[in-house]
């Protein structure tokens, strides 16, 4: 992509309206516009991460053998009188009256409309266990939305729903959802933690919260030190074996949030213990028969009895990850994303965009970058070096490639990292080479 | 994916509340299931179409140089204050009252919050053309919604934006459009025409709509003979080239809505005119500065002076296409899908679910087809043949492989081909062969 012919509309300043770092640097990096309290647009380089993360969570639902449908976002409110949560929720529910005056919701979640959809398909014992997820976006009237996208109102959420006859499979279905949350995470370079929660208005006896390690994080979390060599991605896992030895492996060791921790009560020695920042991005429930007995979602058991569905619920804040990313991951010059939920791979940059030698060797990189099937965003625009640098290291690709008057004579371009900031000089092929593998 | 481990509701008899062909399918088939009127939940094999069809939108959209973007479904009441429609559009829209009354509303359209994004980001001609697009659920109130997803009120639709400094540039962007629309259709396996329409509440003076043919269509047109051998994929398009050869050429030849269609004014002779039935699946306008001069969207143009900026808008019902190619696209067993668009490239049924025999034959192709990254939908139910049959001719897959101990005597299984029903004998590895190509 050309950046001449992109819409990015940076920010030199920092809004004032922007309270925490990721929306700061959003905003700043023409990611978002909000355009009412909460409800934000996506512009496209906010759009293209948007749309990696959403990915990377389908391909691990996917992966844990959840099928993918797509509910509405309008919901009946008969529904969530069925289960007796339509009065409960408060006006953080987003209520509606149709043109024939029927009472609507712009859904804060699905167990209800879920459960209809189960219920009205499945008779049968033979037909369990099954888990149904969306990527879906969703509404909670926030009293004060702030903080960006990680308290909007407006927000994309995927949330999968587990049917099984029996406590022993809800649990099976409950480890596979936990491996895979942490597998998710793990692939967007995060660091993320599962602590025991409590569960809150959507019910049941196990839960527990996914929350992720970041200096600017929203709360306190303790952890032990064994939690950060942990290597969820170098662990095999088989969805259709047993995940319980995972499970009790990843939740032995000690970890909680702040109104969860007890200093003196804490098993773990000082020395072991980590005391950090984090953000939750991830929750997950078993809440039995919470809404299958209310809402009559049961099958006909081996012996032919009615069997009300053990559930149930596990959500990933989509919308709130590209925050929370840019929370564990930014410098002071701004993002520096994770290669795989990075916009684009590569930036590269045209240092002298009226030097017909200059526009030549880097258009030409560009076509190799392209056809070598490497995302890359082209600064060909007429700035100089320094609106070019810094533009760059704003938006945090992981990678730039500086080709300009000096190097060119040399027969070489500069090859940047953004974590690290390392800098060296190689022929372009060489360049080319290592972007493309 | 293994039917047995999958979620499809099929339906035996015909749904009384469907009064189209699609409607009563996409039912039958388990594609879909309304939650309250006009609003249904897209279950996994829908669903699959539903991301195919947008992906081949999403495609051409980004050939033809839009960017994506992603606007929120919830707009503030004030933008479309500025635009003069707020109390114009009446019943169908619907209007939302948030916790703190601000007045709030389910956009039906994005015209508004585009040209407010516009108006935020772009200041100067250099910045232009830019074309700005999304795939998001819209909502209108419809008094009767009826036919399925064909006229829903939530619904998926594709709009695009285009800003231009001047009408030659408008022009130019509109033929974009016209020629990625084009290439859409033609993509999902339909013929599409288009036709001159009136521009209704969009406004504006230069309008069309891309009606395609279906047996069981809406609406009646009539067009010139010679669009049927039209053939758009074979025709070589540069977007960046002058595209109004390509715009003339494919709008000289007759084509007319029953409501412009004047048998006695009619161009064609008779035996070429053909006399057929229709749907509309997209809508494009160009509307100059209808919204860019009340919002104030203007650049600095190459003197200095404001310009208030030339745009026009590009729809297309990416829900309502999912039902229109149905309608194009059946027969009296079931659907017939086109391949770019079908969700899963063969059905592979084993005929005898308890034979060890027949078993291990169709888990090993199965395996083999899934290796070669062949979509298979695999009916591994303890069924009957018929119960088999009717169910894979229903769901209408391009292409069915059949394993029965019969032709495993004779080392060979059985490959049907769905939309002309030829079936062949062949060896399994013939099989997977022209199913990997």
Redesign the interface.
Known sequence: MRLS???L?LLRENPTEAQIVSHRLMLRA?MV?Q??AG??????LG?RV?QKVEQIVREEQDAA?A??????????AE?WRESGRYEDYG?EM?R?T??HE?E?L?GPTNEE?IT??FR???KSYRDLP?N?YHIQ?K?R?E?RPRFGVMRG??FLMKDAYSFDLDAKGAKHSYNKMFVAYLRTFARMGLKAIPMRADTGPIGGDLSHEFIILAETGESAVFCDKAWLQTDVLGTDVDFNGDLEPFFKKWTSLYAATEEMHDPKACPVPEDQLVSARGIEVGHIFNFGTKYSKPMKAVVSGPDGAEIAVEMGSYGIGVSRLVGAIIEACHDDAGIVWPESVAPFKVGLINLRAGDEKCRTAADDFYKKLNAAGVEVLYDDRDESPGVKFSAMDLIGLPYQVVIGPRGLDKGVVEFKSRRDGKREEMSPEAALNRLST
Chains 1, 2 share one sequence.
């Open positions: 012919a992109y819409f509309p023409g516009r355009s009412s409800i934000y647009s996506w512009l496209p759009f948007l053998g099928l993918e449908v797509l509910m509405p976002t309008i919901q009946p529904l006006k987003l509606i149709d043109r029927r609507m712009y409309l209809d959809i009205g398909a499945v099954r149904l976006w509404f009237d009293v109102r407006e």
